[in-house]
């Protein structure tokens, strides 16, 4: 069975860093794409950033320049660092990865369950 679980998530006041982590676990045979999102209250669930299996990496626009995606293909790890906080980046921050299973024929995507970032002003 695989799993996806996120870590790192705190409170933090504006202008401090996290870092957070995904651990991907399970029988997996490949990953391929992997991202973060996050979902503020009342709002949708957006894409923050994301990340191939060669490291090529897409953000959206509210936080390029602050945030940094990275990933430990062999560790089937990634991670989100991200400085320069604002109260505006206050959610829950998913992890997704497009993955193939052991024993399955094709690609699924996967959730992780969540973790909770708070900026405070």
């Known amino acids: 069975q695989v799993q996806l679980v996120e870590s790192g998530g705190d409170l933090v006041q504006a202008g401090g860093s996290l870092r957070l982590s995904c651990a991907a676990s399970?029988?997996?045979?490949?990953?391929?794409?992997m991202a973060w999102f996050r979902q503020a209250p009342g709002k949708q669930r957006e894409l923050v950033a994301g990340i191939t299996n060669d490291g090529t990496s897409n953000y959206a626009n509210s936080v390029k320049g602050r945030f940094t995606i990275s990933r430990d293909n062999a560790k089937n790890m990634m991670y989100l660092q991200m400085n320069s906080l604002k109260p505006e980046d206050t959610a829950v921050y998913y992890c997704?990865?497009?993955?193939?299973?052991?024993?399955?024929?094709?690609?699924?995507?996967?959730w992780g369950q969540g973790t909770q970032v708070t900026v405070s002003s």
């Open positions: 399970g029988s997996i045979f490949s990953i391929n794409a």
């Open positions: 997704n990865a497009g993955l193939l299973a052991s024993g399955s024929s094709r690609f699924k995507d996967y």
